[in-house]
């Protein structure tokens, strides 16, 4: 039955006051799921969970009336689904329970709604649809998110976690657009972001001011030699003037000349040799201090040092390598955490990140489903930056569509933006 009853306080007889023939078939429920009384404006208001609206119900005649719905009166903060409604007399509204997580307030009189309470985070201005890789620009304040189901770089204010899009297909304008960004890294020397472009098999070097988008290197610039065939990962080695970039089908490590875009092949499985190649290997950070890079390589469950000069292949910590304990499972973006002797690794099967002691190897977990709690718990965690400043490491989890801070020393998981 979907209809409203009136049922007498004393005597508890019941009698129709409203259903899809009572008083006529104006407007009838589908699924109405919540009530309440608006006795000031003698109507019931009752929230109709398959139409998406509020259905207003004259108390002496039973009449349906839409008073707030997609397109009533306007589309403005549309309800989705309601499950109950509550009065608010005082402040002339009704109060709205979303099943998207949501309050919305209904002005009694034009029925207006307005998002009151949800859980994005801060706002639901510029929300995240697939984060897939992060990175600090620390002097404005902000990281930059590679949304790639958006392909466009979006900026994380560090402080409320506000989002804006510094740079997409029509922002600031339509030239190189992406065509799949999957990676950045910050250039600062040169006030730019560095983005890996995976099915254009392309370095984007993106305006940090402007948004602005220029090749930096592909297969005919600055010309053909090395082309990539699937680059995946970059990270700066400003030292020597390049970017180091991994190409998952080349099995290898290109170095890409910051200046010119020139490409050169720093090691793969036979450069400099054939020991310890490559499988799979999908992150890399720089490791200036011990003269290395650490890759991330999934197909040997295995960080692997990668000499910056030779470009000689070590195993840093493997199954086995310094023994069994908290193995990976698909080891996919690094970041270096120098000032505690150690690297953090995100581990996108087991949802966490996990710490690499730069020395031995050894490896803990910092945070994971139960790692300190399960407050907060990653479901599909892909990239990872340092927030050294703040004593957090910043992770993008494609799944829950968030910005994730992780206290550094507790592994304290905190939404910053969602």
Excluded: C
Excluded at 29 to 36: A, E, K, Q, S
Excluded at 115 to 134: E, G, K, Q, W
Excluded at 168 to 187: K, L
Excluded at 374 to 385: E, F, H
């Amino acid at each position: 039955m979907r209809a409203v009853l009136a049922v007498d306080l004393s005597s508890g007889a019941r009698t129709m006051l409203s259903d899809a023939t009572t008083p006529d078939t104006s407007n009838p429920f589908w699924l109405p799921r919540g009530i309440t009384i608006d006795t000031a404006n003698g109507r019931a208001l009752v929230v109709d969970y398959f139409f998406s609206a509020v259905i207003a119900v004259d108390l002496a005649s039973g009449a349906r009336t839409i008073i707030s719905d997609a397109t009533t009166p306007d589309t403005t903060d549309p309800i989705n689904l309601p499950l109950a409604i509550a009065l608010d007399a005082a402040n002339g509204r009704a109060l709205v329970i979303d099943s998207s997580d949501a309050v919305l307030t209904m002005d009694l009189t034009t029925g207006a709604r307005t998002l009151l309470s949800d859980t994005t985070v801060p706002n639901r201005m510029n929300p995240l649809n697939i984060p897939a890789a992060i990175a600090l620009d620390a002097p404005r304040g902000r990281a930059l998110v590679i949304d790639s189901d958006l392909d466009a770089v979006i900026a994380v204010d560090l402080g409320n976690g506000e989002r804006t899009t510094l740079s997409d297909a029509t922002t600031p304008d339509t030239t190189n657009p992406f065509g799949g960004a999957s990676a950045i890294a910050i250039d600062t020397n040169n006030d730019r972001a560095l983005v890996v472009d995976s099915p254009q098999d392309t370095i984007v070097a993106v305006n940090l001011s402007t948004g602005a988008r220029t090749i930096l290197s592909n297969a005919t610039t600055p010309d053909a030699v090395n082309p990539f065939v699937n680059p995946v990962a970059i990270a700066l080695d400003t030292a020597n003037n390049r970017a180091l970039v991994v190409d998952l089908n080349l099995d290898a490590v290109v170095a890409v000349n910051l200046s010119t875009g020139m490409r050169t092949i720093i090691s793969d499985a036979t450069t400099p040799s054939a020991a310890n190649p490559f499988s799979f290997p999908e992150g890399i950070v720089v490791d200036s201090a011990n003269g290395r890079a650490l890759i991330a390589d999934d197909g040997l469950d295995a960080i692997v040092a990668m000499d910056l000069t030779t470009g000689e292949r070590t195993i840093l910590s493997g199954p086995t390598i310094p023994n069994t304990s908290n193995p990976f499972d698909y080891p996919r973006t690094i970041a270096l955490d120098s000032a505690n002797g150690r690297a953090l690794v995100v581990d996108a099967t087991l949802d966490a990140v996990i710490a690499v002691d730069l020395s031995t190897g050894s490896r803990t977990i910092l945070s994971d489903a139960t790692t300190p709690d399960a407050v907060n718990a990653l479901n599909y965690l892909l990239g990872i930056t340092l927030d050294s400043a703040n004593g957090r490491a910043l992770v993008v989890d494609a799944d829950l569509d968030v910005v994730v801070a992780i206290d550094l020393t507790s592994g304290n998981r905190v939404i910053i933006s969602k």
